[in-house]
């Protein structure tokens, strides 16, 4: 790994139907609709995020991974030639 990824990207999705590109929504997220399956999120991106927790569980996971292997590889280049006694 070169260096950690600058961005993650989540794509949430309609509970109903699984889309993730057909949403449409009023000027301030409170509202959305997927006009692949008309379903209706009263709740509007809070709503659409708490129902997508498990995708955005896996991008989480995802990101403390690469963290934690760009940590391992940054340590053992700069403690390269180092001995322990």
Known sequence: MKKLKDSYKIKLRCATCGCDDHFESNEDNSYIKCTFCNREYFGGIDKLTELNQDVINEVQEKIE????????????KAFKGFKLK
């Open 65 to 76: 991974k690469d963290a934690a292997d760009y940590i391992e590889e940054e340590l053992a």
